[in-house]
């Protein structure tokens, strides 16, 4: 089976806090792909990152940065140092190899000034 | 570049209507998905496409609705007759099957009102 939990429905941070949101996969394949994506309050979804099972170093993109730890299946997701801008819902998705997209429920993170 | 272009963006329609939604992908990009936005179930793949050929349409909810992809640059979705629970954001994507697992790139959504 394939899912991705994302167990944090909301969260909420005041400004320059930082905060982690969590994603959780469940696959059998051994090969892999892990995404994020960012839906503000306008609505489109903008692609954030995308990792392969294979390479398991952690990425950071200025204030964002990403852990992904295959021994507990979790590719989790920070923000160092939150901005107003950074509100948006935030999803995780698997994709084996092949075309299907499992996209979790998503977590709705609100900055507060 | 141009994204994926969607339109309209908005729809309002009746119960029992017929409602298009079209999709045009990115130049280069050879698979195409529709998906469903609710607050109830979240993002829902209805359909995709690969080289204009629908793959599996296993999350159409039911025979209301069609998709179409008629060549590379243009896709539809249609719903016939529309009821109050298709209420939706409808978002089409599309990727480049050249790069291995490629991300989705998504275009603006539709939001559709059903009343």
């Known amino acids: 089976a394939q899912k991705v939990t994302q167990a944090q429905t909301e969260i909420s941070v005041v400004e320059k806090e930082d905060v982690t949101l969590d994603c959780v996969y469940e696959?059998?394949?051994?090969?892999?792909?892990l995404f994020w994506y960012k839906q503000p309050p306008s609505g489109e979804l903008v692609f954030l990152i995308r990792r392969n099972s294979f390479d398991e170093q952690n990425e950071i993109s200025g204030r964002y940065s990403w852990n992904f730890q295959k021994s507990t299946s979790s590719f989790n997701f920070t923000i160092t140092a939150s901005q107003v801008v950074d509100s948006a819902v935030y999803f995780c998705?698997?994709?084996?190899?092949?075309?299907?997209?499992?996209f979790g429920t998503g977590t709705s993170l609100t900055v507060i000034p | 570049d141009a994204g994926v272009i969607q339109s309209p963006r908005h729809e309002v329609t009746e119960m029992g209507q017929e409602v298009t939604l079209r999709c045009k992908p990115i130049s280069g990009h050879n698979s195409l998905f529709w998906y469903r936005q609710t607050m109830m179930r979240g993002l829902e793949l209805l359909i995709y496409?690969?080289?204009?050929?629908?793959?599996?349409d296993s999350g159409m909810p039911e025979d209301r609705f069609s998709a179409k992809m008629p060549n590379a640059s243009f896709s539809t979705l249609k719903i016939q007759p529309s009821e109050p629970r298709d209420s939706a954001v409808y978002f089409c994507?599309?990727?480049?099957?050249?790069?291995?697992?490629?991300?989705?790139?998504f275009g603006n959504g539709t939001r559709l009102t059903v009343t």
């Open positions: 998705a698997l994709s084996p190899t092949g075309n299907q997209f499992y």
């Open positions: 994507a599309s990727r480049s099957r050249t790069g291995v697992n490629s991300p989705l790139h």
């Open positions: 496409f690969n080289n204009n050929v629908p793959i599996d």
């Open positions: 696959t059998r394949d051994t090969t892999y792909y």
